[in-house]
């Protein structure tokens, strides 16, 4: 496993030149930037901040020319994202009604024994909704794969030792934000996490994300749809045992304590990681064990917890 550093948010309070610098790390930085899509190859500010130092893996662009290079691949890789998309909108569709089984319950009056085990098993149904859709998306990725071994083909098999090349001269891998979705697709792909081995992983914002165990979408604060928090796909599971929250304070109603409160519930035993701006949570060996971080407590509370 890698040393993963998980920083909060790049657009406002950049860190990343001054945590990379502190690594002390020989080499070039490898940067993986393909959640910002078309924008990818525009790095000359990150660039500045890791000294000159990056080198864009342009994992977006080499994803553009598997599509366009090996079309069968392509269209097969289209109808997975099809079905996942269509399990993501059942889930989503169930989740609504199981969520607000729970809230309602929370709200109403009455006997508290009563109450508390109905609380309990809506939580618990929740926690089975989230751990299925997780497995029945995880049936897709293996068939997919079982099917059409990206290793197997020549277009894939180029970017990934290309890629390999360059990590293997990189002291140390940079992950940035953007689209969630599309950066986990170009991470899996390339087999990067496997590739990253053996050298410091920085993150920030859906790259955070992207590093743990499990994506999970959020944000109370959205003017259209249901918002809350939902369970998106697997990550690369370089960091276990935590859910990250990048951005938190502007998309989390971080002052509702029983809000909270279930959302740590939902998601424990892993620990709810608010990465705000300045944030810097290093991680040993991708082992969570008890790194100094500010988490959502299972009581709702939002508080730094000691190393």
Excluded: K
Excluded at 16 to 24: C, I, P, W, Y
Excluded at 155 to 181: D, E, F, K, P, Y
């Amino acid at each position: 496993m890698s040393r993963v550093v998980l920083l909060g948010p790049q657009r406002f309070a950049p860190t990343v030149g001054a945590v990379v610098r502190s690594l002390e790390v020989d080499g070039p930085i490898a940067t993986v930037l393909a959640g910002w899509q078309e924008r990818e190859p525009d790095d000359a500010e990150l660039d500045g901040m890791l000294d000159g130092r990056s080198v864009n893996l342009a994992l977006h662009a080499r994803w553009l020319d598997v599509a366009e290079r090996d079309p069968e691949f392509a269209a097969a890789d289209h109808r997975r994202r099809d079905a996942l998309d269509e399990l993501q909108a059942v889930y989503l569709l169930r989740l609504r009604h199981a969520m607000a089984a729970v809230v309602e319950l929370q709200r109403r009056d009455g006997d508290p024994a009563v109450s508390s085990a109905a609380i309990d098993d809506a939580v618990a149904a929740v926690r089975a909704l989230d751990a299925r859709h997780l497995r029945l998306s995880a049936e897709v990725h293996d068939a997919f794969h079982a099917a059409w071994p990206p290793h197997e083909r020549p277009v894939v098999a180029g970017h990934r030792s290309a890629i390999a090349g360059v990590l293997n001269g990189a002291g140390a891998l940079a992950i940035g934000g953007g689209h969630v979705g599309v950066l986990l697709a170009c991470l899996h792909l390339f087999n990067v996490g496997a590739l990253s081995t053996g050298r410091p992983v920085v993150a920030w914002s859906a790259g955070a994300m992207a590093v743990t165990e499990t994506v999970v979408l959020f944000h109370d604060r959205v003017v259209h749809g249901s918002g809350g928090a939902e369970v998106f796909d697997a990550g690369l599971g370089l960091v276990r045992g935590v859910v990250a929250l990048p951005h938190a304070r502007r998309r989390l109603r971080l002052g509702d304590q029983r809000h909270m409160a279930l959302l740590a519930r939902r998601f424990g035993p892993a620990d709810c990681l608010v990465l705000d701006d300045g944030a810097r949570v290093d991680v040993p060996e991708g082992a969570w064990g008890t790194p100094a971080a500010t988490v959502v407590r299972g009581d709702g509370v939002v508080a730094a917890r000691a190393a």
